[in-house]
Structures are given as C-alpha cells and as structure tokens.
C-alpha cells in the first residue's frame, strides 16, 4: 500500500510540474494586466502609463509558498501568460487575435480585465465578439477602482470612500450587464486595485474557482492564500488596522 501511495504521489508531482495550472490575462490595452501580475505574483513586467509594453505573448513559471491547508509551507508553481493589449493599433488586432486563439487553448483559466476608468466598452465587446470559443474558461475582473471619481480612496484602510464605494457598484453593474449580452450567460466581475493591492485575494479565489474540474485538483495545491498576502503589502497601514480589515469585510 506504502509503495502504492509513493507511486501515486510522483505521479501527482510529475503532472505538476509538466503541466502546471495555467492562467491566462488579456483585455484591451492600458487596463493593467502587467501591474495586476505583478501585484498578484511579484512578478516584474514592464508597466507604462502612456505606451503599449506587451507585443508578444509572454510566458512565466511564477513560484509561491502555500499559507495554509494541508500543503501549507510548500512551495507551488504557476504557469502565467500575459497576452498583448488589444485595441492599441488597428493595424496590429488580426495578428495579436491570431496569438490569442493559437495561446488561450494552453490556459486552464483566462482572466479578462476591463478598466473601471473607462466608460466605453465596445472595443472589449468586440474583442468578446471574436473570442467565443473561450468563454467558459473566462473570469472577469475590473482594474484601477482606487482611480474611480471622487477619488477620495482612503489610504489609511486602503479601502474606497462611501462615494467612491457607490460609483464603483454603479460601475460594476454597468460592465456586467453589458458584457452579460454579449457572451450569453451569468457573470461575476470582481472589482479590485491592483496597485493598492486591494482584493487581489477576491480576484485570486475567483481565478482558482473557475479552472476545469479534470484540473482542479492541481489548483487546490495553491488556494491556500488569503487576503493578508496582499494586504500585507500595503504601506501606511497598522498592524492592528490590518487585522480590522481582515475580521471585518475579508479586504472587500
């Protein structure tokens, strides 16, 4: 039985590491999927605020160290692709459409991203448009809420103002209705800042709950993260105001 069961574990380690979970990021240019990387996966991609930084699909083995369940202090891989921004260049969409349809199959779990700055969403309804075939493997998540007018954001909980806290849901429910027409069925768009680390644990926990069910077993190895993760990163913020925020709203 001894034998069985260490037969069965290097199996488990051999898929592993041949095929790790796989997520994909996409969406139209500008909407942050670099700074959400490297937030989320302290990776270090190049970011610009006025220039397009990704022209190819680029591909990242992200090491993390589980925080808690049964593979707690082990460490994880996490096979991460970023694609091109879209809507960039008209003259370069036929060909990054063609990488995405030829690297979004690789991809357990594609996370879209939309900009809560950006009112108009035709290009990403559009770009929905032609990226059919990869709708079930699709979560969605609205990037830069701390930019969201007033833009009172409340750095001593890192949290958006009441005002703020109101146009986002406003916002929120704006993009899901109007991406809901588009690929026919029920979303769950998280809203989220990468940059203030904020919900990145709800933005996670939503990207490990959508993979397939032939691969989640691989994902179990690495959901054990919580919000402290992120939250821990935050500058400015006490340890006991830290532990406010978990107890209270789970960083939400």
Known sequence: ???????????????????????????????????????????????????????????????????????????????????PGLGEDIRQDPAYLKMYSENLPQCDVILYILSARNRAVALDQQYLKDLGEFYDKMVFGINQVDLVEPMD??????????????????????RKSRIEDIIGREIKIIPYGAKQYYRLS?????????????????????????????????????EEEKERILKSSNNK
């Not at 954001?153 to 704006?174: C, G, R, T, V």
């Open 1 to 83: 039985m001894l034998d069985l069961f260490k037969k069965i574990t290097q199996k488990v380690e051999e898929v592993y590491k041949n095929t790790p979970p796989a997520i994909g990021v996409i969406g139209v240019s500008g909407v942050g999927k670099s700074s959400t990387l490297n937030s989320m996966f302290k990776t270090q991609l190049k970011t610009s605020a006025t220039i397009r930084c990704t022209t190819e699909f680029s591909d990242h083995l992200v090491g993390t160290t589980v925080t808690n369940g049964p593979h707690e202090g082990k460490n994880a891989v996490l096979r991460v692709i970023d694609a």
């Open 153 to 174: 954001w409340d750095f001593a909980k890192n949290m958006p103002s009441e005002n703020q806290e109101s146009n986002i849901q406003e916002i929120l429910s704006d």
């Open 202 to 238: 709800n933005l996670f926990e939503s990207i490990i709950d959508s993979c397939p069910e032939d691969r989640l077993w691989l994902f179990q190895i690495i959901k054990g993260f919580s919000a402290k993760d992120w939250l821990d990163k935050v500058e400015g913020i006490s």
